[in-house]
C-alpha cells in the first residue's frame, strides 16, 4: 500500500525530473522523445515501482540481484493481476555490478543489462538467456577514469567487450554506458563518452543508446548526446536503508 503522501511525492518529483529533462533538451535542440528516463528505485519498496508505473514510468533500474529478483517479481505478478497488455509492460534495467555466478538469474528478468565490463560475465549473461530462452540488450559499461573497483571497463577493452556482445545471438548490443567519476567534470567525462560510443558505432550501427546522467548530472548528459538518463535520487528521494 502506497500512502497518498507518498504518490504526491513521487508523481511531483517525477513532473519536476520530466521538466528538467525537457528544458536540458531544449537549451541544446535535442529531440525529448530520443531521451529515455529510467527511474532507478533500488532500495525502494515494490509499492513504490507499482505507484510509478501507474504514474506512467515503463523502465525502472535495479543494481544488485539480491534486491532486485524478488522485487521485480512481485511487481509484474501485480501488474499481472490488475491489468493486460502491452500497455501494462515493465522494462527493468540492470545497471550494477555484475558476477558471472549471478548473471544467470539476471538473464531471467532483466530486460537491458547496462553493466557489462568483463569477458566472462557476458559469456555468462547469454548462457542465462539461452536457458531462459530471452534475448536481452546489453551495453557495455565503460570506467572514464580507468578506476575499474567501482565497475566499468578500461577504454582500451571497449571495443573487444562490444564485439563479444555483438557476437552472442541472445544478446542485442545496444551500446555504451558511464558514471561520471567522483570530482571529474560531468561534461568533460560525458563529452569522453560520447566518442566512445561514436567509435563503437562506427563497427556496430545498431548500438546507438548512451547511458549517462543520473540525479546530479544529468543536464550536462543529454548535452553530450546522452539517450538514456538513470535517475534515483531526485525522484524517490534519499536512499536511507530499507528497514
Ligand atoms: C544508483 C545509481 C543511479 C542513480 O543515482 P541517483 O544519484 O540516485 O540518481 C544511476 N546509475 C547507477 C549505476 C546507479 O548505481
Same mark, same amino acid.
Not at 568483463?118 to 530462452?133: H, M, P, Q, Y
Given at each position: ?105 539476471? +538473464?531471467?528478468?532483466?530486460? *537491458?543489462? /547496462?553493466? #557489462?565490463?568483463?569477458?566472462? @560475465? ?5 548462457? =542465462? !538467456? ?11 559499461q565503460?570506467s572514464l ?5 567501482r565497475g566499468g ?8 567487450? +562490444?564485439?563479444?556482445?555483438? *557476437?552472442? /545471438?541472445? #544478446?542485442?548490443?545496444?551500446? @555504451?554506458m558511464a558514471v561520471a567519476p567522483? =570530482? !571529474?567534470?560531468?561534461?568533460?567525462c ?22 549517462a546522467?543520473m ?15 538513470r @535517475? ?12
Amino acid at each position: 500500500m502506497t500512502s497518498a503522501t507518498r504518490r504526491d511525492e513521487l508523481a511531483r518529483n517525477l513532473t519536476a525530473v520530466r521538466e528538467r529533462v525537457a528544458r536540458a533538451c531544449d537549451a541544446v535542440g535535442s529531440d525529448p522523445g530520443e531521451v529515455h528516463l529510467i527511474v532507478v528505485t533500488k532500495h525502494f519498496p515494490a509499492s513504490d515501482v507499482l505507484t510509478l508505473h501507474e504514474l506512467g514510468v515503463r523502465d525502472i533500474g535495479e543494481n544488485r540481484d539480491q534486491e532486485a529478483a524478488g522485487k521485480v517479481g512481485e511487481v509484474r505478478a501485480a501488474l499481472r493481476e490488475h491489468s493486460s497488455g502491452v500497455a501494462d509492460a515493465l522494462t527493468v534495467h540492470f545497471i550494477g555490478q555484475l558476477q558471472s555466478n549471478k548473471a544467470g538469474r539476471v +538473464a531471467g528478468y532483466a530486460d *537491458a543489462v /547496462h553493466s #557489462l565490463d568483463r569477458a566472462k @560475465v557476458i559469456d555468462a549473461l547469454a548462457r =542465462g !538467456a539461452e536457458s531462459a530462452d530471452r534475448v536481452l540488450d546489453g551495453l557495455v559499461q565503460v570506467s572514464l577514469d580507468g578506476d575499474t573497483s567501482r565497475g566499468g571497463a578500461r577504454r582500451e577493452e571497449v571495443s573487444e567487450l +562490444a564485439d563479444r556482445i555483438a *557476437a552472442h /545471438h541472445r #544478446l542485442r548490443l545496444r551500446g @555504451v554506458m558511464a558514471v561520471a567519476p567522483v =570530482g !571529474a567534470d560531468p561534461a568533460l567525462c560525458f563529452a569522453d563518452l560520447r566518442d566512445i560510443a561514436d567509435g563503437i558505432r562506427a563497427s556496430h550501427p545498431e548500438a546507438g543508446w548512451i547511458s549517462a546522467g543520473m540525479s546530479a548530472d544529468l543536464e550536462p548528459a543529454v548535452a553530450a548526446g546522452a539517450t538514456h538518463l538513470r @535517475v534515483g535520487t531526485a525522484i524517490l528521494g534519499s536512499r536511507a536503508p530499507l528497514l
